[in-house]
């Protein structure tokens, strides 16, 4: 039992790490809204959800997603960051048994993100500065859908 405890937490720790290492690598700075960014970690949290699930795969997605913003300097987007991911991550997993068709499914989540985003940035600058981050954010939601969805068909394959 307790060997089965420190593989789950390694594998969290793993896909934590995996989490911050992708939405680091391909992070592209939204014009126009200081802070924000677009990035490929999209994928990364819908296999951190789909591989460990809740609370643990959740976890990571939200902690390695909140980790990438303080590391990119990006700290006044991390608190939302790390709801936004959670909750992404959170539906992954929930709608795993609802929706079977996973682009769909992570389509899904992407519109929580996009939708989380804009109201942190009315909150933080306003609904003017808020707009111009929708169509990244748009782009990074079926992009992410479209790499979740191949990453988690292999991650199936695999085991």
């Not at 992708?22 to 951190?48: C, E, K, L, R």
């Not at 991911?85 to 769909?104: D, E, F, H, Y």
């Not at 992570?106 to 600058?125: A, H, K, P, T």
């Not at 981050?133 to 748009?138: C, F, G, V």
């Amino acid at each position: 039992m307790k060997q089965d405890k420190i593989k789950t937490l390694t594998w969290a720790g793993l896909m934590c790490a995996i989490v911050v290492v992708t939405t680091m690598f391909a992070a592209i700075p939204i014009p126009g809204v200081q802070g924000a960014y677009a990035n490929a970690g999209d994928a990364a949290v819908y296999a951190s959800a789909h591989l460990l699930g809740w609370p643990w795969g959740v976890a990571a997605a939200a902690i390695g997603s909140m980790l990438a913003d303080l590391l990119l300097g990006s700290a006044l987007y991390a608190p939302a960051t790390f709801v936004i991911k959670g909750v992404m991550a959170l539906l992954a997993v929930k709608l795993a048994g609802k929706v079977k068709a996973m682009i769909p499914r992570f389509l899904i989540c992407g519109g929580v993100m996009v939708l989380g985003y804009f109201l942190y940035e009315c909150i933080i600058y306003g609904a003017t500065t808020a707009v111009i981050s929708i169509p990244a954010n748009l782009m990074q939601a079926v992009a992410g859908a479209l790499l979740g969805a191949i990453i988690t068909k292999g991650i199936d394959t695999i085991s």
